[in-house]
């Protein structure tokens, strides 16, 4: 069985760019969870996503969104990213409760 | 403001004696904790859980304390292996999946 699978593995931006993760859950997970973890700490919670409905949000600012599609799948967006984003995002997964799976994450630097 | 702190970076361990791991929380509404594992390159793995109604969680080598009183739970790995070297992270959880973690603790077992 596949496990979480995130998309890409690493990738390099500019300040004042874009970014797009991709995230496909566990066959049969309806939800998916993000989280930023900056080098040292731990990981920290963006958003959780529940059939295709935000159920939470981290304290993080509007330039983070995410959504979710009706496979389950995940995008998390960064819009005019500095320097600070740059960090492990990872992506977990779950049945509607209960342990979280998580993927081997994006590593995103920002230039 | 650390909800979860994790004070130890690191621990050094020979292979074959206990590793325990610390964790102190500071709301005494979290009721329920887990420890993740993370290796390079891979995503956290969940390791073992407790709810506040316990005070102990036994899962093979591995067994998680909770003194409610002192906010304080710690972890014991007995025997310790090298294939335990990784970081682990304490984690409560606030809501619907979403976790609050730890800054982590490395461990190091040396054969």
């Known amino acids: 069985d596949a496990g979480v699978t995130q998309s890409p593995t690493h990738l390099i931006k500019t300040r004042g760019q874009h970014v797009t993760l991709r995230c496909s859950p566990i066959?049969?997970?309806?939800?998916v969870s993000w989280y930023q973890q900056v080098l040292g700490q731990g990981p920290q919670f963006i958003f959780q996503?529940?059939?295709?409905?935000?159920?939470g949000r981290g304290n993080f600012p509007d330039r983070f969104s995410a959504r979710q599609f009706p496979n389950y799948s995940s995008e998390l967006n960064v819009n005019a990213l500095l320097l600070g984003d740059s960090a492990l995002y990872l992506c977990?997964?779950?049945?509607?409760?209960?342990?979280?799976?998580f993927g081997e994450g994006s590593r995103l630097t920002v230039l | 403001d650390q909800q979860v702190k994790q004070n130890s970076p690191s621990l050094s361990v020979q292979e074959g004696r206990i590793s325990i791991l610390n964790c102190d929380y500071t709301?005494?509404?979290?009721?329920?904790f887990l420890w993740y594992k993370k290796y390079p390159a891979e995503g956290p793995t969940f390791l073992i859980s407790?709810?506040?109604?316990?005070d102990k969680n036994e899962d093979g080598r591995f067994t998680v304390f909770l003194n409610k009183s002192a906010k304080h739970l710690s972890l014991h790995i007995v025997p310790s292996q090298p294939g335990d070297s990784a970081v682990y992270f304490c984690?409560?959880?606030?809501?619907?999946?979403?976790?609050?973690f730890g800054t982590g603790t490395r461990l190091l077992v040396s054969p």
């Open positions: 407790i709810s506040s109604i316990k």
């Open positions: 977990a997964s779950s049945p509607s409760g209960g342990e979280l799976f």
């Open positions: 984690a409560t959880n606030t809501g619907f999946q979403k976790l609050v």
């Open positions: 066959s049969g997970h309806k939800s």
């Open positions: 996503y529940y059939e295709k409905e935000e159920r």
């Open positions: 709301n005494s509404m979290f009721d329920y």
